[in-house]
């Protein structure tokens, strides 16, 4: 009985690889991956203080900028109005954030972070800048200034 050569899909037999060129030289791919592997970093990082990114996040934006709204705190942070109504709920529950009544009819409530909000991230930044300084990412200074204009680039692109 002759040996039979397992199927193979037709496309699997194309003898050039990917018809985009070469996956390590397809920027969104490099970042998308840098991406998670970060995120997998911030996670850890932030893990022992029992934080998650999305409200180091937020607690980063309302330092910066108390009384921010809600549907504010989602376009800062990339999400949708409902989720982020979630995830203040969560920190109000902790603590760490307090939503002040609206101003008026149909207003939206302010958002502030609270002491402890405050402590927390301030306990956590040290933990922060060191997993993510220029030398902790392979970086010069330089190199690492360049990346930061070039990532707001991009951001900067894709929302409009």
């Known amino acids: 009985m002759p040996i039979r050569a397992p199927y193979a899909h037709p496309m699997a037999t194309a003898s050039s690889g990917w018809s985009g060129g070469d996956p390590e ?9 840098a991406s998670l592997a970060l995120r997998r970093v911030f996670v850890a990082t932030l893990a022992p203080h029992e ?3 999305q409200q180091f996040n937020v607690l980063l934006h309302l330092v910066q900028e108390p009384g921010r709204s809600q549907a504010d705190l989602a376009r800062e942070v990339m999400a949708t ?3 982020v109504g979630e995830l203040l709920r969560a920190m109000e529950e902790e603590g ?8 008026g009819r149909g207003l939206p409530s302010a958002v502030y972070a ?11 930044t040290p933990s922060v800048l060191a997993a993510f300084a220029p030398e902790a ?3 010069d200074p330089t190199a ?3 990346l930061n204009l070039d990532l707001h680039s991009i951001l900067s692109a894709l929302e409009t």
């Open 96 to 103: 760490m954030v307090e939503r002040t009544p609206p101003a």
């Open 114 to 124: 609270t002491a402890t909000g405050r402590a927390l991230l301030d306990d956590v």
């Open 81 to 83: 109005p409902q989720s």
């Open 25 to 33: 030289a397809f920027t969104a791919l490099t970042l998308v991956r």
């Open 137 to 139: 990412l392979g970086l």
């Open 144 to 146: 690492y200034d360049r």
């Open 51 to 53: 934080l998650t990114p």
